[in-house]
């Protein structure tokens, strides 16, 4: 017997309150959490009115009012107390604000009667009792003023009993007493309603901001989950390209060993630089994919630079050479603390376009010491850069004016690649340059104390922009690619290609293996 599935109805979410609503919900919650203080507070001035008046009426009369002021304050603090264990929410709030006027009302008018009960009197007592019935509703401001309402009822309930009584005994007096107590509620009144009004202006403002800020984290939050699918979407279409293209290196080897004309091995060759271009582009768009995705991660070490930059000045010696350049690199002994493999990229991509950008002259790389830091300059005598394009020239695809978009001299990714790093190893990037007076690029490292006995550094990644998991190619001459029945374009290249060119054929499998 099959059991019927429970369909649970569909709740529609609540709307999302409105500013005002929201306003008024924090003036209530303002108010109410200062009544505990604020009637507890009212035990000093009844203690003063009882003390005041004790040997002028009957001790029944004013015990009676006594105790019903103190049953009110009482009240008040329960229920300032009741609203902390349970705030006003939007269903609630009007609950809240009726049982509010009730509490405020009822001490306002309990403290009014003593206008009305106690009066005549002898005129100092009289004074002294309207003067504190008037400096009780001042300081009532203070704790209700920020809503309106529930002040201008304490206040008619604390002054209009004597205004009502005086007006009625008549009498210079009396009437003198009573304009004096208009007056004050007038002014009070008016001071309320300005207090009232900051307290909802500033609560808005603090309410907008607050949406402002709640919407521009779920944009940016938007904008970096896209960002991390681009960065995904970019890698893997990368990865995928560069099969085929690599399948067009070998097809294109073997072209280029058979008999051509003269013309024909031109067209070969520049077919050859073409397709090197696409494989910098499809190499350095991976980077960056992984980069921005946060696939790579540093390992810092503590090294000995000079070696590093021993390997980079030998590496790219011959195109220095080759285009008349001196490169040159003063030695240093300092030790650093960084990942060696990604430090070695930002270096090579910076000399790479030092030497690419300069036709006359030579390159120059210093190492300076500053306080606990170690300046590493990459100096060329290159055609320079405008300080305009200072900013621009980190973005992806940019080449300064002068240059053109020129595949010869660079893709525009090499010191996008710089910026993301020196960002990853919080290496800190400065250029300073001018047209035609070269460059000088500046990149601060950790510098820390040379171990005092030699040691040996753990060993890195083989391809520090290879993320755990990735698959990575590796060379097997005359093999096609593993995990796929049929064989692949490269494995379909490398069958036709001769021997020694077929060494270019790769498998791909998993790093971890």
């Known amino acids: 017997m099959s059991q019927a599935n429970t369909v649970r109805?569909?709740?529609?979410?609540?709307?999302?309150?409105?500013?005002?609503?929201?306003?008024?919900?924090?003036?209530?919650d303002m108010v109410a959490r200062g009544l505990p203080e604020g009637f507890a507070f009212g035990f000093v001035p009844l203690a003063v009115v009882v003390g005041l008046l004790h040997a002028i009426h009957a001790p029944a009369h004013l015990a009676t009012w006594a105790a019903i002021v103190a049953l009110v304050l009482v009240l008040?603090?329960?229920?300032?107390?009741?609203?902390?264990?349970?705030?006003?929410?939007?269903?609630?709030?009007?609950?809240?604000?009726?049982?509010?006027?009730?509490?405020?009302?009822?001490?306002?008018?309990?403290?009014?009667?003593?206008?009305?009960?106690?009066?005549?009197?002898?005129?100092?007592?009289?004074?002294?009792?309207?003067?504190?019935?008037?400096?009780?509703?001042?300081?009532v401001l203070a704790n209700i003023g920020a809503s309106l309402p529930h002040y201008l009822v304490f206040l008619a309930g604390t002054l209009m009993p004597t205004v009502v009584h005086r007006a009625a005994l008549g009498g210079v007096t009396n009437l003198g007493l009573c304009a004096g107590a208009v007056v004050m509620m007038i002014v009070l009144a008016v001071f309320a309603a300005r207090l009232a009004a900051s307290t909802r202006s500033s609560l808005r403002i603090?309410?907008?901001?607050?949406?402002?800020?709640?919407?521009?984290?779920?944009?940016?939050?938007?904008?970096?989950?896209?960002?991390?699918d681009k960065s995904r979407f970019v890698a893997a279409a990368s990865h995928d390209l560069r099969q085929p293209v690599h399948a067009l290196g070998l097809l294109l080897d073997v072209l280029k060993g058979q008999p051509l004309s003269p013309p024909s091995r031109a067209t070969a060759d520049r077919m050859s630089q073409v397709l090197a271009s696409l494989e910098s582009l499809f190499a350095g768009l991976l980077d960056i994919s992984r980069l921005d995705s946060g696939a790579i991660e540093p390992r810092r070490i503590e090294f000995p630079l000079q070696p590093v930059l021993d390997g980079l000045v030998q590496e790219f010696e011959p195109l220095a050479g080759a285009k008349g350049l001196a490169?040159?690199?003063?030695?240093?002994?300092?030790?650093?603390?960084?990942?060696?493999?990604?430090?070695?990229?930002?270096?090579?991509?910076?000399?790479?376009?030092a030497v690419r950008y300069t036709d006359r002259g030579g390159v120059l790389i210093v190492c300076r010491p500053r306080r606990d830091l170690l300046a590493v300059e990459v100096r060329d005598s290159g055609i320079g850069i405008d300080a305009a394009d200072h900013a621009a020239i980190f973005d992806e695809f940019h080449q300064v004016a002068d240059t053109g978009r020129d595949a010869g001299r660079g893709l525009g990714l090499g010191l996008a690649i710089v910026r993301r790093?020196?960002?990853?190893?919080?290496?800190?990037?400065?250029?300073?340059?001018s047209p035609g007076r070269g460059s000088v690029f500046r990149i601060a490292l950790p510098r820390v104390p040379a171990p005092a006995v030699p040691v040996l550094a753990d060993p890195?990644?083989?391809?520090?922009?290879?993320?755990?998991?990735?698959?990575?190619?590796?060379?097997?001459p005359g093999q096609p690619a593993s995990g796929a029945d049929a064989p692949s374009v490269e494995a379909q290249a490398s069958s036709a290609a001769p021997a020694g060119i077929a060494s270019r054929a790769c498998t791909t499998e998993d790093p971890s293996t």
């Open 9 to 28: 109805p569909h709740v529609p979410e609540a709307p999302e309150p409105s500013l005002d609503e929201l306003v008024e919900l924090a003036v209530l």
């Open 76 to 139: 008040g603090v329960a229920f300032g107390f009741a609203y902390g264990r349970h705030p006003a929410s939007q269903e609630t709030a009007a609950r809240w604000q009726r049982a509010m006027y009730g509490v405020v009302g009822a001490s306002g008018l309990t403290w009014g009667l003593a206008g009305w009960l106690f009066v005549p009197a002898p005129w100092q007592a009289e004074v002294v009792l309207l003067t504190l019935l008037m400096g009780l509703s001042a300081a």
């Open 206 to 228: 603090s309410h907008e901001n607050r949406r402002l800020a709640r919407a521009l984290e779920i944009r940016t939050q938007e904008a970096e989950r896209a960002n991390r």
């Open 327 to 353: 490169l040159r690199c003063r030695p240093t002994a300092a030790w650093v603390n960084s990942d060696p493999l990604l430090l070695e990229r930002i270096l090579r991509n910076l000399i790479s376009n």
């Open 421 to 433: 790093l020196t960002l990853l190893l919080d290496h800190p990037v400065e250029v300073r340059s």
């Open 460 to 476: 890195a990644p083989p391809d520090a922009m290879v993320a755990a998991g990735e698959v990575k190619a590796r060379c097997v």
